[in-house]
């Protein structure tokens, strides 16, 4: 599959690692993913939002795999966080799960998600 990624020269280049473009081939199937939290695969949520951020991008990555799609087919991510995370790991987990391809992105600072433990929720949309 072919999806492209691009930055145009028309507008100001990202200002952190996202596209803000991509395009997906017209005979591609869409997968939704419902927002991820960063809970364990036994259910518990760590307290600190780090440790949700990255495990949220495992679970997308499980998703993904239990549907035969590689993370390189993600074409958007909207992350929202409830509370500032530590930038050099942010940046850390988001490069190793986007691996220098990032897709089109949305960053969002929301004062409460469905629970108030829950710290970060992740929607992805890919394609196959």
């Not at 390189?72 to 992350?79: A, I, S």
Request: glycine share 4%; hydrophobic share 40%; no cysteine.
């Amino acid at each position: 599959m072919n999806i492209i990624k691009s930055n145009p020269n028309n507008v100001a280049p990202p200002i952190a690692q996202y596209h803000h473009v991509t395009v997906v081939p017209r005979d591609a199937e869409i997968i939704v993913l419902s927002g991820q939290l960063g809970n364990e695969k036994d259910g518990i949520l760590p307290t600190d939002i780090e440790t949700q951020f990255a495990n949220a991008l495992e679970n997308i990555k499980s998703i993904l795999k239990s549907e035969g799609v590689d993370v390189n087919n993600v074409f958007k991510v909207n992350f929202w966080f409830t509370e500032n995370i530590n930038r050099e790991i942010f940046l850390e987990k988001w490069s190793e799960f986007h691996n220098q391809s990032p897709p089109a992105t949305t960053l969002a600072y929301v004062s409460a998600l469905a629970r108030p433990e829950i710290k970060v929720e992740i929607e992805a949309w890919a394609a196959r």
